[in-house]
């Protein structure tokens, strides 16, 4: 047995139903309670305002004739008052009274406010006594509110009838509109348990975008859109690098298969083994950067920022790049601006940074037109700015699927690369929180510019 409680087990709907329905009839009751606590007193107030004004009656009449106080009350008029009796008695403590056939022993004490009345109530009895301290004498008037207890049994009984009858409506109102509010979630629960990988395209029913069951809809919407973006991305990515993959493997194979068919010269073999390392340093590139990219995908473990010259980062980038030229070497004109020690230190990882400033200087000799490339470095008040300009075919129709994974235009098709360089490149950006911009270089060409803030120790 688990140790969940079985109220836990209730849908939202059944809790729903107890909380209202338990609601309603603790307002029922307290509502009842009000009412009938409110009408008792105004009974007692009401009906002790009769008495008094009968005992003040039998008062003046005793003040008039002093010498027979019994006679006097026998000869009171009769009045409203249900089962009305009067009695004259000395100022004592404690007076005794028959009533109905039996003794009531009525113990007397001065109120704290000094109010000569009394008021006393045994079972529905109720007592009303007039202490005269001048003429020695004590003046009782007793009845039964009859009408006022019937009334109240009355009331009694149509607060429980209006309770029970309340709670009965509550308890199925209470059952009916969270069953006929929360069908839409049920429908929107059926909905996504049919969404899968093979179906995403799938959509939740949006009935009203302004209450919360339409902005939970709306919002699962997105969710899926956003899935469904990252599904086609990878799919995509996958068929993108199987691709590229192929291409290296398959040289690979048919270099070998070719020299397998006869015997060859040393040269031929050397040639071929040449042909294979290239390809082989392809794939190791291709290998290099996906792994690369999935590093940064997976939140860039191991990646630390750290104060950075960027100027010492920009020439080894450079330097690799040209070391990397074998043939017809494009030359890559450096140009820094003069600044004081320290003007180009930014926080970021120098690693990543050098793997992002080769990718941008490589693809600008690749695609430049085999002409002189621009690198400048500048520095502001708040920023420090790296660009890389070529004057090569520029980014045409490529410009809004640079950071694509493996998109290649037709037209560069023809010149080696992995297709994963920018990608790559936008990762590293982003990760760095620092800015890239692609801009003609007019006439003809590609300014890449980079914009990172200043790094301040002291802030």
């Not at 609601?23 to 009906?47: D, G, H, K, M, Q």
């Not at 693809?363 to 400048?376: D, E, I, L, Q, R």
Request: without cysteine; positive net charge.
């Amino acid at each position: 047995m688990n140790g969940k409680v079985p109220w836990l087990r209730l849908t939202i709907q059944h809790r729903l139903s107890l909380l209202f329905a338990a609601s309603a009839v603790v307002v029922l009751l307290a509502l009842s309670l009000f009412i009938y606590y409110f009408t008792y007193n105004y009974r007692r107030t009401e009906f002790k305002q009769r008495m008094l004004v009968r005992l003040q009656e039998a008062d003046s009449l005793l003040r008039k004739n002093t010498a027979y106080p019994f006679m006097t009350l026998e000869q009171m008029p009769p009045g409203t008052l249900p089962e009305e009796k009067f009695f004259y008695r000395s100022v004592a403590p404690t007076i005794n009274l028959p009533v109905d056939g039996k003794t009531i022993a009525l113990s007397l004490s001065h109120p704290e406010d000094a109010e000569p009345y009394y008021f006393i109530q045994k079972g529905k009895r109720e007592f009303l006594i007039y202490s005269d301290p001048q003429l020695n004498h004590l003046v009782v008037v007793s009845a039964v509110d009859v009408f006022g207890y019937t009334k109240l049994q009355h009331l009694r009984r149509l607060l429980v009838a209006g309770v029970l009858l309340g709670s009965l409506a509550m308890g199925f109102i209470s059952w009916y509109w969270p069953r006929k509010e929360l069908q839409p979630i049920r429908e929107k629960i059926k909905k996504a348990n049919a969404i899968s990988a093979q179906n995403l395209s799938l959509r939740l029913n949006v009935r009203n975008n302004w209450d919360e069951l339409g902005q939970l809809a709306i919002t699962f919407n997105q969710m899926l859109d956003r899935i469904e973006k990252g599904f086609t991305v990878q799919k995509q990515f996958i068929s993108n690098a199987a691709h590229e993959l192929r291409n290296p493997i398959t040289a690979i194979w048919g270099h070998a298969q070719l020299a397998l068919r006869q015997p060859r010269t040393g040269e031929e073999y050397s040639e071929v083994i040449k042909n294979i390392q290239q390809k082989a340093a392809d794939l190791q590139k291709i290998v290099e950067r996906l792994l690369l990219l999935s590093r940064m995908d997976a939140a860039a473990d191991g990646f630390n920022r750290e104060a950075v010259s960027v100027d010492e980062v920009l020439f080894d980038a450079v330097a690799a790049v040209q070391q990397r030229q074998l043939d017809d070497k494009v030359p890559i004109q450096v140009q820094i601006d003069e600044v004081e020690n320290g003007s180009f230190t930014v926080l970021g990882d120098a690693v990543m940074l050098g793997v992002a400033f080769q990718n941008l200087i490589e693809n600008a000799v690749k695609y430049g037109n085999k002409k002189p490339v621009k690198v400048a470095l500048h520095t502001s008040e708040k920023a420090v700015l790296v660009q890389v300009a070529d004057t090569g075919l520029g980014m045409g129709d490529a410009l809004p699927h640079l950071y694509q994974p493996f998109f290649r235009t037709e037209g560069v098709r023809h010149i080696p690369g992995t297709g994963i360089g920018l990608t790559l490149v936008k990762r590293i950006m982003d990760w760095h929180r620092w800015h890239i911009d692609f801009r003609p270089n007019h006439p003809t060409g590609t300014i890449v510019v980079v914009t990172a803030p200043h790094h301040q120790p002291n802030s």
